[in-house]
């Protein structure tokens, strides 16, 4: 599977941007194929790995989100990171049991950790993740229907990849 741009302007390897972006755009389209209302989770274990330099050298605040109300899937879908962190408490009163989340934070330079997800999350309809950048952009990216994967967090964005890309 082709790496996955979490966001606008995310970088894939070090392609010129108009690949970056076609790639992250095929990914997407990817993404949106995977995970249908009615798919369960396929991921048992998130790899993180976190460049050097991230986040202008600060830590992230990262969230998974696990959605178990369909009619929560079109509100996260549109929320960027910083909305995420910003209206959690409200999402959760609004849908307190059509959710859950696990959270993180990674620093710069770590590898690791290696998170089993959650045996309740195959009853999931939907996934996300949301990386507490501190530049603008989306940061958000869906999860659902993929299988073993790195949250690969760069500079300024991240990309989801399958396990097995992240070794090579």
């Given at each position: 599977?082709?790496?996955v741009a979490?966001g606008?302007g995310?970088?894939i390897?070090r392609?010129p941007?108009?690949t970056a972006r076609?790639a992250?755009?095929f990914?997407?389209?990817l993404?949106?194929?995977?995970?249908?209302?009615d798919?369960a989770i396929?991921?048992?274990?998130?790899?993180?790995?976190?460049?050097?330099?991230?986040?202008q050298?600060?830590p992230?605040?990262i969230?998974i989100?696990?959605v178990?109300?369909?009619?929560?899937?079109?509100q996260l879908?549109?929320?960027?990171?910083?909305?995420?962190f910003?209206?959690k408490?409200q999402?959760r009163?609004?849908?307190?049991?059509?959710f859950?989340?696990?959270?993180?934070?990674?620093?710069?330079?770590?590898?690791?950790?290696?998170?089993?997800?959650p045996p309740?999350s195959?009853q999931a309809?939907?996934a996300f993740v949301f990386a507490?950048y501190?530049?603008?952009g989306?940061?958000?990216?869906?999860?659902d229907?993929?299988e073993?994967?790195v949250?690969?967090?760069?500079?300024?964005?991240f990309v989801i990849?399958?396990?097995?890309?992240?070794?090579?």
């Amino acid at each position: 599977m082709a790496k996955v741009a979490a966001g606008e302007g995310a970088r894939i390897g070090r392609r010129p941007a108009a690949t970056a972006r076609l790639a992250a755009i095929f990914g997407l389209a990817l993404l949106a194929g995977c995970g249908g209302g009615d798919k369960a989770i396929q991921s048992r274990l998130i790899e993180f790995e976190v460049a050097q330099g991230a986040n202008q050298d600060s830590p992230i605040a990262i969230d998974i989100v696990y959605v178990y109300d369909s009619q929560l899937v079109p509100q996260l879908t549109q929320m960027t990171a910083r909305d995420w962190f910003e209206k959690k408490s409200q999402v959760r009163q609004a849908f307190p049991t059509g959710f859950d989340v696990a959270s993180f934070e990674v620093v710069p330079g770590q590898k690791g950790p290696i998170e089993s997800v959650p045996p309740k999350s195959t009853q999931a309809v939907a996934a996300f993740v949301f990386a507490n950048y501190a530049s603008e952009g989306t940061h958000r990216a869906r999860i659902d229907g993929l299988e073993h994967f790195v949250i690969a967090l760069g500079d300024k964005d991240f990309v989801i990849q399958s396990a097995k890309e992240a070794k090579q």
